[in-house]
């Protein structure tokens, strides 16, 4: 969670504290489910690539 609060500050000047970052993902799966879903996919897509290219560097 550290990291999300370090990237998110950096990246899009946003401060948030991990309390409140947990609430609003908390009201996003509750409320606005589409919007959750997307960013869900986004992240997921995103491990998947960092993971592929961590095996992929490490045969080469």
């Known amino acids: ?3 999300v609060v370090k990237s998110l500050h950096q990246n899009f ?3 948030r504290s991990k ?3 947990r ?3 908390s009201d996003l799966k509750l ?3 589409n919007q959750y879903r997307r960013i869900r996919r986004v992240l997921q897509k995103k491990r998947t690539l960092s993971s592929c290219l961590h ?3 490490q045969e080469h």
């Open 1 to 3: 969670m550290a990291k």
């Open 31 to 33: 409320k606005e489910h």
């Open 19 to 21: 309390d409140q970052l």
């Open 13 to 15: 000047g946003v401060r």
């Open 55 to 57: 095996i992929w560097t």
């Open 23 to 25: 609430k609003r993902w």
